[in-house]
């Protein structure tokens, strides 16, 4: 079973900028989706970005310009770069992985489709304040 570990969450005022890790190990998947999800108490999980093991990213629409996935093979590290914070942006980011994608389907797609993958970290509390 993939083990992930997400950290680099914290405090930032509105328009700052943090940096998340996702340090993957026993990983196994030849054909592989990565994602970072983000859910806040009371509302329903979110999916923000994906990446698959050829490099391509996907985006959700309210992040799009503003955070940056990315998969640093040397170190197995999945990343979120994250600027130009909102307070709307605070919540529990998780990352997440799964074999994949789906035929026809960006990671994204499928992250949504599915509601969440298959391994999944603790997770990691993103506050921007305003």
């Known amino acids: 079973q993939v083990h992930l570990e997400e950290s680099g969450g914290g405090s930032v005022q509105a328009g700052g900028s943090l940096s998340l890790s996702c340090a993957l190990s026993?990983?196994?998947?030849?054909?592989?989706?990565l994602a970072w999800f983000r859910q806040t108490p009371g509302k329903k999980r979110e999916t923000v970005a994906g990446?698959?093991?050829?490099?391509?990213?996907s985006y959700a629409d309210f992040v799009k310009g503003r955070f940056t996935i990315a998969l640093d093979n040397s170190k197995n590290t999945l990343l979120l770069q994250m600027n130009s914070l909102k307070p709307e942006d605070t919540a529990m980011y998780y990352c997440?992985?799964?074999?994949?994608?789906?035929?026809?389907?960006?990671?994204?797609?499928?992250?949504?489709?599915?509601?969440?993958?298959?391994?999944r970290g603790q997770g990691t509390q993103v506050t921007v304040s305003s």
């Open positions: 026993k990983f196994t998947y030849s054909s592989y989706c």
């Open positions: 990446i698959n093991d050829r490099g391509t990213t």
């Open positions: 997440a992985a799964d074999e994949g994608p789906l035929p026809g389907v960006s990671c994204l797609g499928m992250a949504t489709m599915l509601g969440r993958f298959a391994d």
